[in-house]
């Protein structure tokens, strides 16, 4: 695995976590900040043929 690979890897992971802990903490801006940066993160890894998820 090359590093910007895993470094996107890396990235989405952090940023799932980060969302699920501002969800449970009722921080709705924050969460959808987060979810904002998932889904750029998402689109850049598809865009690179890197893939992410279930179906890695």
């Known amino acids: 695995m090359d590093a910007f ?7 989405i992971r952090n940023t799932e976590a980060d969302l699920v802990r501002a969800r449970e903490s009722g921080d709705e801006f924050l969460a959808e900040v987060e ?22």
């Open 5 to 11: 690979t895993a470094g996107i890897l890396q990235r």
């Open 35 to 56: 979810l904002a940066e998932l889904e750029d993160l998402q689109r850049l890894a598809t865009e690179h043929g890197v893939r992410f998820g279930v179906n890695a």
